[in-house]
């Protein structure tokens, strides 16, 4: 079988085609966060062209219940054992057969009958989910990035072995995976990915000092969950994206761009040798990536807004400022680095933005934070997967170490 991997796809062959006419049955890892709900409701919108066919959850299993009274879905999974055991499980609906953490996960991601898994998990624990599904050579619509920036090349290269395919949920990365398809992967000259530039983009390295944590959770354009959206704050988001895209598309650090546009209406750009730029547009809402990961290589009628030529709006570009925001210098030089610096950069982040959470640092510590871990870390060129998720815990217990005082 020839391999097939993302970065083939919209050039030659296609993931594996699925043409019948029974529905998509998919499994959605992370059912009850942002990625899990507006994949439900893109599914609940299908007309039956999708079928969510198992649903997990962490600590939401009153959620987890609903959602599974109201897509009756054959199997849910309570990754977490400890909540499982102290949860009332009469309520779920009967039918639904319920397993518990990892051997549940693996068990739900090898069934013959599910189609699509969607890795919607927050964190480098996305990992152990998306591993599974892509072993069992099921084709994966990822919305975990830290995935792919713990471990890009031996998730691609799985990926590949498996023939099967990674297709981009992060809208930049589905926006750069729709715009290639207008050209040949040589003919592309770089991708430019977008970003909003956060609540803080006009603020002072000074004002950036005193944000506080609600301050931080109110993102302008995006509705997400609680992780990614201090992320897009620090643009530590983009810095991952960078990465992600560097795996996904297999490009070099130096074919990737970074360009504010505050608006979020495009979502990114592939420049072409000729000069040409490739630009996806559409309103800020995730239920249009999922559905094209889903739906990939057809495009359906679904529930994403839609643009609205009628009114007047405008499109703004500026470049971003790598002072205020130096997140981005980070990102840029893990791309450069691979190996061990993104399953680093990416566990400091998660310790970070928890410790941010917590209060037990203040906003404008966490990429420093990070950039001393990652600097003290002992780099290897071609780690194993072992060895990315001993660094993984390593880089978190050396982020405990910091503090505000
Ligand atoms: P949320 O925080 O809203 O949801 C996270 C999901 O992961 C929940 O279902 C949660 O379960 C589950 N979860 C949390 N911890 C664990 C754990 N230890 N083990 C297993 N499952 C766990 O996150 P988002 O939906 O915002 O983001 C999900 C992923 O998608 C992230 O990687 C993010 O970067 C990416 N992404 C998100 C976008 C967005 O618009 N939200 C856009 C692009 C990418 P429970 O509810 O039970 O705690
Ligand atoms: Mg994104």
């Not at 620090?234 to 608006?263: C, G, S």
């Not at 990102?331 to 566990?347: D, M, P, Q």
Request: proline share 6%; charged share 20%; with cysteine.
């Amino acid at each position: 079988m020839t391999p097939v991997s993302c970065q083939q796809i919209p050039f030659e062959c296609g993931a594996k085609r699925m043409t019948s006419s029974r529905a998509r049955s998919i499994a959605i890892l992370g059912a009850t966060g942002s990625i899990g709900r507006s994949t439900l409701e893109v599914v609940e919108a299908s007309q039956g062209r999708f079928k969510a066919a198992g649903l997990t959850a962490n600590s939401s299993l009153k959620q987890l219940c609903e959602q599974a009274a109201r897509f009756a879905p054959k199997w849910v999974v309570a990754t977490s054992p400890q909540e499982s055991a102290s949860f009332d499980w009469s309520v779920l609906p009967e039918g639904v057969e319920v397993s518990v953490g990892q051997e549940g996960i693996e068990r739900l991601v090898t069934q013959p009958e599910i189609d699509v898994v969607v890795s919607a998990v927050v964190g480098s624990v996305g990992l152990r989910g998306t591993w599974a599904a892509l072993e069992a050579g099921k084709t994966v619509a990822l919305a975990n990035k830290e995935t792919l920036v713990m471990a890009g090349p031996l998730v691609m290269r799985l990926a590949a072995e498996r023939g099967t395919a990674v297709l981009p949920i992060d809208s930049e990365h589905s926006a750069v995976f729709q715009a290639m398809q207008a050209g040949r992967r040589n003919d592309v000259k770089r991708i430019i990915l977008t970003a909003s530039g956060g609540p803080f983009r006009r603020y002072t390295s000074q004002q950036m000092a005193q944000v506080t944590v609600e301050q931080a959770l109110a993102h302008p354009t995006w509705d997400m969950g609680p992780k990614i959206t201090v992320d897009s704050a620090t643009m530590m988001n983009k810095a991952l994206e960078i990465v992600e895209a560097r795996w996904l598309f297999d490009l070099p650090a130096d074919q990737i761009d970074v360009v504010v546009h505050p608006q979020s209406i495009v979502h990114s750009m592939v420049e072409f040798l000729d000069g040409s730029v490739v630009a996806q547009l559409s309103p800020p809402d995730m239920k249009l990536p999922i559905q094209y990961a889903l739906s990939y290589p057809e495009r359906w009628p679904g529930p994403a807004e839609k643009l609205d030529f009628r009114g007047c709006f405008h499109l703004d570009f500026e470049p971003p400022d790598l002072g205020r925001f130096p997140a981005l210098g980070l990102g840029f030089e893990v791309a450069r680095s691979g190996g061990t610096a993104g399953a680093v950069l990416n566990a400091a982040n998660e310790a970070a933005v928890a410790g941010f959470l917590d209060g037990r640092l203040a906003f404008n510590q966490i990429v420093p934070v990070c950039r001393s871990v990652l600097q003290h870390h002992e780099f290897d060129a071609n780690p194993d997967l072992e060895q990315l998720i001993q660094l993984d815990n390593w880089a978190r217990r050396e982020v405990t170490r910091w503090s505000c005082s």
